[in-house]
């Protein structure tokens, strides 16, 4: 177990500029023609989860364009395994359909209303579930709150884009460092029960990862 009593739990090896210039690649990064939203560490990161976890159930909160929805899909039929990925957002805006993912409209404040618990106990065990959408405090805290009641041991929370707290913050100053502050919230809330995977969050060096300590794994 780690402490994350302080900012320091979350600094990076990647410096503001070298991140500010990162940003411009992943804001242009597309897969299968479709906005990929995800940093070049973070998709090779996925990728040693998804051979260890085996996950049969992708949950992900914010959906955008859906390139990383379909991603998790593809990624996970090259594994071998059958993909159920459910995209959650509160703006739908893809413009697809794949059988193997199942996009639902939702707020993250309200996930109850829509995965409800019938829902969620169909869903194929192992899960990952990745938050991925309003990058602030409340929602990323409600987010890990409401799967805290669902995660079985073993099982994946990936909070993702703490790294807000170090790009500009010009544009990105209005996220108040949401991602990093609901961690470790929730890691104090909730001591003993969850671990960071420092083995992802340190694989290229001190958390190169746009998610600083935010591979949590329920113990």
């Known amino acids: 177990m780690i402490s994350v009593k302080s900012d320091d739990a979350f600094l990076s090896d990647l410096s503001p500029v070298l991140l500010d210039t990162l940003q411009k690649g992943v804001l242009r990064t597309q897969y299968r023609q479709i906005p990929l ?101 409340e929602t990323c805290l409600e987010a890990l709150r409401f799967f805290d009641r669902h995660l079985m041991s073993g099982e994946y929370m990936v909070i993702e884009d703490g790294v807000v707290a170090a790009l500009p913050q010009a544009v990105y100053g209005r996220y108040q460092n949401g991602p990093n502050r609901a961690v470790a919230r929730f890691l104090d809330e909730q001591a003993g029960r969850y671990e960071v995977d420092l083995e992802l969050c340190n694989f290229y060096g001190r958390n190169v990862t746009y998610n600083p300590h935010g591979w949590l794994r329920k113990i």
């Open 37 to 137: 939203y995800k940093s070049p560490f973070d998709l090779v990161l996925y990728l040693q989860l998804i051979a260890r976890l085996r996950p049969n159930t992708v949950i992900e909160l914010g959906s955008s364009s859906g390139g990383s929805a379909l991603w998790f899909a593809d990624m996970l039929s090259l594994h071998g395994i059958e993909p159920r990925i459910i995209s959650v957002d509160n703006e739908l805006t893809t413009r697809f359909k794949d059988p193997r993912i199942e996009f639902i409209k939702g707020d993250v404040m309200q996930l109850g209303e829509v995965l409800t618990n019938t829902f969620l106990e169909r869903l194929p065990r192992p899960w990952l579930v990745v938050e991925d959408s309003a990058h602030f405090y």
